[in-house]
């Protein structure tokens, strides 16, 4: 024989399947949703998707040329990331978004980690959340055409209905991938074909569920449950995130482990903390749990055991440490916490008697107003005003009284979502016959220098003394108009939310405290 | 119902049609033919013949040397051309007889003299099987007469004929069970007549049904003999997993089939038994296929021990195409060879001549691992390739021997499921003779 034959270990034939095929038969079954998500939202959500799947694959392409890579775009992981990233991100979101989040994916996610294989996180949900941190309020607004849109999540924790059917096919706000029916259809194909198994999916929903059943004491209601299901990403975590093969732990065991921490961790966080972050922070917590389960979670080989003696498992001794010394300090936290819990709240009291007493000098004391309080209850958890003064929450409204007991006053504890850093929360006096007092802040962390020259006695006087329905910001300064506010100068966004929180508490007094 | 297995196995297509329905022929070697001493676990045999020696066919020429080993046995007449070292395999040069065939195969005094083995006891078996040389003629190469010499003969409660055949290619057993199907269940009843408690079971994968209803005929009328199906995957033949299958009994690597009641044989091994038992004959010939997309006509033998491999192929008509890979064995567990000029040695069962190499389209397509748990799933033995691997490409021993990778049984499962067609069973070959060899320099110590 003149030509060489080939020589190799066996075995000496393969299957079909790629890399590639492992990558694009997700994408495929992230089509429905894709198609749903564009149809539902419009155009610009695809252009989110578009933007989110460009952005990661230039990114990778641009890294492997600088650091002379082979090129890796075609094994498809590129393409996912962007993918599923764009499918987890509101359908309204400023199209730099999609694009920051997918670099932040892959560059420091996946490329800096060693690329394909070696990232140590879920790249999608690590940009996801580095967006969260970053853009929080774009984030998590999820408003479709002007029209003011409470996820049917956040409605079912506030007590309100939604409609399970409208729900579950994905005709309601939330991301760009909220249809249910179309994430569990290509979670079946995935099933089908072996992509993922069933371990992780079922454990992590399964857990979630219960947990959230007993943890919220709604019981096990059908609707409860399928709300709690199909709502705050958890289909889209549980099936196509939780599953990602490159973060989640090899062997069965190994994933109902798995499944379980990250329901634990979401039914804790939708319970005590904000249920639209809740699947993404579980996911990347349990994806730095992957190693150590897979070093655990070794199943006996066959017939170990079950004729001889079997070794027992390993537990590594760092693991037991870790595990140890995270108990104690988080129950250390939570016993500071409980113990300090009173005090913070008489703290928290004495602030507002404190705020009170600032904005209504004339008032020997404070009672609750009845009708505030029944209107707080009913609907102090939404937005004030339908939006008319940005995210503006009443939280409480008291009546401020002589020394004879007769009303000489209110004051309105407000909270605005807009503040340039997060929430600010004050309190405005208005005395009996609708002139402002004064404000007062309790809660203000802006910038320092800029927004939070609000709080700075000379600005807040500008409110003092005038009976108006309604101020307006004059961004320019030297106003003279009563119902005009000159603007901290530099910090228009502050200004323009307190603004906004005293026109809310105006209009509250007006109509709503007798 | 469904037929019985295990769990994990792949699916390789079988490419049997190649030569399943080529009934076995007679081939009747005309060149020299060439013993290697070692074609067996155990020592190597010690030759008891010299140059120019006359030899008849069923001579002994070497005698095992010592109980783990097995006596070769000259499958043809002529004389000793020498003893010297031979390419038996893959690069491997071995000390072999090369015996120069006269052509007449004349056959040594006594052999083919019917013998009734009810009248043997089981020492007399096992003697009689001892001095054939028969050694598990599905791969392993194990010395039968060990197997058959379990601690617990009282115990021993299954004989499990293995006509699997899951090895893809593969044909020879098959077209054995269809056309000596007398000779698979004779040797079934030399084991029976030896381990009385026992009954048989003879398991043979679905995509066999010729062979299946072959069995089924000749087993009919003893009742301690049945057929079992076997779903068809891969490694459905390996022991443990056969075991399994046919009795729901967990072996671990450390258990030996005697010690869950099992005796397992190959068919080929079967025939060979009852031919040294009840016919005189000892281990001369065996099947073997030559097959793949190069060979111009695929077909099934019964092959002389010794027999040149390059002579076999010709008898197949030769090349049609030239090919890139020739294997000795199927493409799962075979082993690739560089040189046509080798002997067929006892456990050799098929030649595979592929056209095209899809190792090396896999290194193609390689991609570092996306830990999708493929291996793991498709694991006959439970254990976990992907840690295995990092384990082993990390030198960390220790963990590799904590997560049992020395259990792997080098199937291949892992390898051919792997999208991202990383090396597995390869590394996995190294690691576990590195970890052996250490463990010997540790015991040597």
């Known amino acids: 024989m003149e030509k060489l034959l080939n020589v190799s270990s066996g075995p000496h034939i393969r299957s079909k399947l790629t890399t590639g095929f492992v990558m694009y038969d997700v994408i495929l079954a992230l089509m429905p949703a894709t198609f749903f998500g564009v149809y539902h939202f419009g155009f610009h959500a695809f252009l989110i998707l578009a933007t989110s799947i460009v952005s990661a694959c230039l990114t990778e392409y641009l890294f492997d040329v600088l650091t002379e890579r082979p090129n890796t775009l075609r094994d498809g992981s590129a ?107 290509g979670a079946a194909y995935l099933l089908i074909v072996g992509d993922i198994t069933w371990h992780i999916p079922v454990s992590y929903i399964g857990t979630t569920l219960v947990l959230m059943a007993i943890g919220t004491g709604q019981g096990f209601r059908p609707l409860f449950l399928l709300a709690e299901m199909c709502g705050g990403g958890l289909l889209l975590g549980a099936l196509f995130m939780a599953t990602d093969p490159v973060t989640s732990p090899i062997t069965a065991p190994g994933q109902i482990v798995y499944g379980v921490s990250l329901g634990i961790l979401t039914a804790l966080f939708r319970i005590y903390g904000n249920s639209t972050e809740s699947v993404s922070y579980a996911i990347i917590l349990g994806n730095l749990f992957t190693p150590l389960i897979d070093k655990v979670a070794i199943p006996k080989p066959f017939g170990l055991g079950d004729n001889a003696k079997t070794p027992k498992p390993r537990i590594p001794k760092a693991a037991v440490v870790l595990t140890v010394v995270t108990l104690v300090s988080g129950v250390a936290l939570g016993g500071v916490n409980f113990m300090t819990r009173d005090t913070i709240e008489a703290q928290k009291l004495a602030a507002n008697a404190a705020s009170y007493q600032a904005v209504l000098a004339d008032a020997e004391s404070f009672a609750l107003n009845e009708s505030a309080v029944d209107f707080v209850k009913e609907y102090g958890s939404e937005v004030y005003g339908n939006g008319k003064y940005g995210k503006v929450y009443i939280n409480e409204a008291v009546n401020g009284l002589d020394a004879s007991g007769s009303v000489v006053g209110y004051a309105i504890s407000v909270t605005t979502a807009d503040g340039f850093d997060g929430n600010v929360t004050l309190t405005v006096g208005v005395s009996g016959d609708g002139t402002v007092n004064g404000i007062s802040f309790t809660e203000l962390n802006e910038t320092a220098g800029m927004g939070m020259r609000v709080d700075e006695d000379e600005w807040k006087a500008q409110f003092a003394g005038k009976a108006v329905d309604s101020f307006t910001l004059n961004k320019a300064g030297g106003s003279t108009a009563d119902n005009e506010i000159d603007s901290v100068s530099g910090a228009s966004t502050t200004s323009g939310a307190v603004v906004n929180a005293v026109n809310a508490a105006i209009d509250f007094a007006n109509n709503h405290v007798k | 119902m469904r037929h019985s297995t295990f769990r994990g196995g792949v699916h390789p297509g079988d490419r049997k049609e190649l030569s399943r329905n080529k009934p076995i022929q007679y081939h009747v070697p005309k060149g020299d033919l060439v013993y290697p001493l070692s074609q067996h676990i155990g020592k190597p045999a010690r030759p008891v013949v010299k140059k120019n020696d006359p030899v008849l066919a069923g001579q002994i020429i070497a005698e095992a040397d010592g109980f783990v080993s097995a006596n070769i046995i000259s499958s043809c007449s002529g004389k000793v051309k020498s ?150 995957k891969f490694p459905q033949g390996g022991e443990r997993n056969l075991v399994h299958a046919v009795t729901g009994r967990k072996m671990a690597s450390t258990d030996l089939p005697a010690n869950l009641g099992c005796i397992v044989d190959n068919v080929t091994t079967l025939t060979a038994i009852y031919r040294a038992v009840c016919l005189n004959e000892p281990l001369m010939e065996k099947g073997f296929t030559v097959t793949g997309e190069a060979v111009n006509e695929p077909g099934n033998f019964l092959v002389k021990i010794g027999t040149n491999v390059q002579e076999l192929l010709e008898a197949c008509g030769g090349f049609k195409q030239e090919p890139k890979k020739v294997l000795l064995g199927g493409p799962m567990m075979g082993m690739a060879i560089t040189d046509l000029n080798i002997p067929i040695a006892k456990s050799y069962n098929a030649l595979t001549c592929l056209v095209e190499d899809p190792v090396e389209i896999a290194q193609k397509q390689m991609t570092p691992c996306i830990r999708c748990g493929r291996c793991a799933r498709v694991c006959p033995i439970g254990l976990v390739p992907q840690q295995m691997q990092v384990a082993a490409e990390r030198k960390d021993y220790k963990r590799y021997e904590r997560i049992h990778g020395v259990d792997c049984i080098a199937c291949g499962s892992c390898t051919f499921a792997c999208p991202a067609k990383r090396p597995l069973t390869q590394l996995f070959k190294v690691t576990k003779s590195a970890i052996l060899a250490a463990r010997r320099r540790e015991a040597a110590k």
């Open chain 1, 79 to 185: 393409v996912l990331t962007g993918l599923l990233l764009g499918l987890c991100l509101s359908p309204t979101v400023p199209l730099f978004v999609p694009y920051l989040g997918s670099l932040f994916a892959i560059l420091v996610v996946k490329c800096f980690f060693g690329g394909l294989g070696q990232n140590f996180m879920n790249p999608a949900l690590a940009g996801r959340c580095f967006l969260l941190i970053s853009f929080g309020t774009l984030m998590t607004d999820f408003g479709v055409d002007g029209v003011s849109g409470a996820t049917p999540l956040a409605v079912l924790s506030k007590g309100g209905t939604v409609n399970a059917a409208e729900m579950f096919l994905g005709f309601t706000s939330g991301t760009i991938g909220v249809s249910c029916a179309a994430m569990l259809l």
């Open chain 2, 83 to 232: 003893i010297e070292p031979r390419m038996t395999s893959a690069g491997v040069m071995a000390q072999c007889i090369v015996i120069e065939n006269d052509g007449k195969f004349t056959l040594k005094e006594g052999i083919g003299e019917k013998c009734d083995y009810t009248k043997l006891s089981r020492s007399e078996i096992v003697k009689k099987v001892q001095a054939a040389g028969i050694v598990g003629l599905g791969g392993a190469g194990f010395p039968t007469h060990v197997k058959l010499s379990p601690k617990n003969p009282d115990e021993i409660d299954y004989i499990i004929a293995n006509g699997a055949e899951c090895e893809p290619y593969i044909t020879c057993d098959d077209q054995l069970m269809r056309n000596r199907a007398d000779w698979v269940v004779g040797g079934i009843k030399v084991l029976l007549h030896m381990f009385p408690t026992a009954k048989g079971v003879v398991a043979i994968e679905d995509n066999k049904p010729e062979a299946l209803a072959a069995m089924e005929k000749a087993v009919s009328g003893d009742e301690r003999i049945s057929v079992l199906p076997l779903v068809t």
